[in-house]
């Protein structure tokens, strides 16, 4: 009888086995990392790859993440997680930190970016870099870059051993030339300091005549050439990828004749994919090449995901990099690497057990006081006066909206006899722009927040409904470009309140700034001081096929 057992678990652990690897896919889907995750920089270490993503004015600052294979991706961490680092106080919809680059020398993690619009509030110097020896932190303090110019920070270390730090800028030689010209400089950097070495040197200011907002540089050496490569055009329609060579480091750099490498700007704004730039190279440990490239997928020819990051082939011809040859564009389905498959279980629902919070939690700037708690398996968030419409930290936790349809759902337990209390469920694309789904003393409202010449700040409750369970389950759906709330006292009985709303409201083309839409918890005492808190039980946000 044991005999038979035996061969029978090995056979079903064969079998297992020969299912798992029938099932391993040829193809991967791209976005790689959908919802807002701009500006990707990538670096390998043996065979695992690590990807930083700008964050602007989201605390924690910078999510990294972690691939064996280069399509599925898990965060592991925020290269900025303490207020020591980046303590935003005050910057609007377009400040905060952008732009990271990653890079691994002898030992060390290094992540370079920028910081603006926020001087004063959290001592921002323009650029800085972190280090750690594990990606996943303790990450540094900042180190400044003692006179650094413009944004897009890159490191770069030469074979005998110097680093230098390469930027976008403006303000060298005698301001722009012609309107929107920035221009690609380097400098040779004491990493342990921060102190620049060396005067600038530009590099270019784009490939072509009149050239627009050259930034986003990274350089690479491919046998005895140095290969520049930077975005320009701006980061929407008319982004584009374009690369320089030469065989000095310090220049002179020719731009390559196939400019851009990349683009989809020729393809209209109804491509499936749009915006393209900002791109990444690594080198597989097989020697194969791939890029990581900021893109956006319209729907209705306006985006409310933001800038998301894919994955593409690349082959060199001599010292040009080729993306995707014989396509020569970033599809939605492609071969994927020549990796072994790596998949991790993605986690859909949030029961807010333990005393931390996952990784994809996020604060709409740097939380100044502990506002919120995780206890006995809820979260608990206090109502304070500030309000999301105004440019400081609210009582609001969001994650990334990721799907352009998609579900969240979460359970509240919220009693109070004042009208001016309120907590519930918000999506939005920045202050000035979104819908809330709240509870109050008795009713439960749908108010949505909207800025139609981006002066003027409305707010208008859409519809409300009369609640008064101290237990409220409440939902976002959204579809396309429409979105849709419900309430009600369990999931199996919920119903819409306020009809189908616009989601043109809370797209990058309406709301303007460089973020994406978030979803999240949010409870406030509207500018009244308050004792209390709502306690959410969960949270679940899943896709919508």
């Not at 678990?9 to 086995?17: A, C, E, K, T, W």
């Not at 991967?28 to 500006?39: A, L």
């Not at 270019?204 to 930034?215: L, P, R, V, Y």
């Not at 409305?458 to 519809?463: C, K, L, Y």
Request: glycine fraction near 10%; include cysteine.
């Amino acid at each position: 009888m044991k005999k038979r057992i035996l061969i029978l678990m090995v056979s079903l652990f064969i079998l297992g086995g020969l299912y798992s690897q029938s099932h391993i896919p040829e193809n991967f889907q791209n976005p790689i990392i959908p919802g807002f995750h701009p500006d990707p920089s990538i670096t390998r270490v043996g065979d695992d790859y690590y990807l930083v993503n700008s964050s602007f004015n989201w605390f924690p600052g910078i999510p990294i993440f972690h691939s064996k294979d280069l399509v599925n991706w898990k965060q592991i961490g925020n290269v900025l997680s303490r207020p020591e680092q980046l303590n935003m106080k005050t910057p609007g919809n377009g400040g905060g930190v952008w732009a990271p680059t990653i890079r691994f020398h002898e030992g060390l993690f290094y992540v370079a970016v920028t910081c603006k619009q926020c001087i004063n509030a959290c001592d921002c110097g323009d650029n800085f870099y972190v280090t750690a020896k594990d990606p996943t932190g303790p990450w540094s303090d900042p180190i400044w870059v003692d006179r650094s110019y413009g944004i897009d920070p890159t490191i770069f270390w030469d074979d005998d051993g110097k680093s230098y730090y390469i930027g976008s800028t403006h303000e060298l030689e005698g301001g722009r030339e012609w309107p929107s010209q920035d221009k690609i400089y380097i400098s040779e950097i004491d990493l342990k300091t921060g102190k620049i070495l060396t005067e600038p040197i530009v590099l270019t200011s784009g490939h072509a005549t009149n050239a627009k907002f050259a930034e986003g540089p990274h350089l690479y050496k491919k046998g005895q050439t140095y290969v520049l490569m930077i975005s320009e055009g701006g980061t929407w329609s008319n982004h584009a990828v374009t690369t320089f060579t030469s065989q000095k480091l310090l220049g002179p750099y020719e731009p390559t004749q196939v400019n851009p490498v990349l683009t989809h700007r020729h393809l209209g704004d109804d491509a499936a994919i749009t915006t393209l730039g900002h791109a990444d190279l690594v080198e597989t440990q097989n020697g194969d090449w791939w890029a990581v490239v900021l893109g956006c997928r319209p729907e209705e020819g306006k985006y409310y995901l933001g800038r998301e990051t894919f994955l593409t082939p690349v082959e060199w011809q001599g010292s040009t990099p080729i993306f995707n040859p014989g396509k020569g564009q970033v599809l939605m389905t492609d071969k994927r690497p020549d990796l072994a498959w790596t998949p991790f279980k993605k986690i859909t629902r949030f029961d807010f057990e333990g005393d931390t919070l996952d990784l994809g939690w996020n604060f709409l700037l740097t939380p100044q006081t502990q506002w919120y708690g995780l206890k006995n398996g809820k979260l608990s968030i206090k109502l304070r006066p500030e309000v999301v419409t105004e440019k400081n930290n609210p009582s609001l936790i969001a994650r990334r909206l990721q799907y352009l349809r998609s579900e969240a759902t979460l359970k509240l337990n919220f009693i109070t006899r004042k009208n001016y209390e309120k907590a519930g469920i918000i999506v939005l694309q920045n202050t000035n722009y979104n819908y809330q789904l709240l509870k109050g003393k008795d009713s439960v409202s749908l108010i949505k927040v909207y800025n139609e010449d981006r002066k003027t700040l409305s707010t208008e409750t859409i519809a409300s409904a009369k609640y008064i369970e101290d237990e409220v389950i409440l939902s976002m759906v959204n579809d396309g470009m429409r979105l849709r709330f419900y309430f009600g006292e369990s999931q199996e009985h919920l119903e819409q309140l306020g009809g189908d709303q616009d989601a043109g409201v809370i797209t990058s083309n309406v709301a303007g700034g460089f973020t994406g839409a978030y979803v999240g918890m949010y409870a406030s005492s509207n500018g009244r001081s308050s004792k209390n808190e709502a306690m959410f039980d969960w949270f679940e946000y899943r896709t919508l096929k």
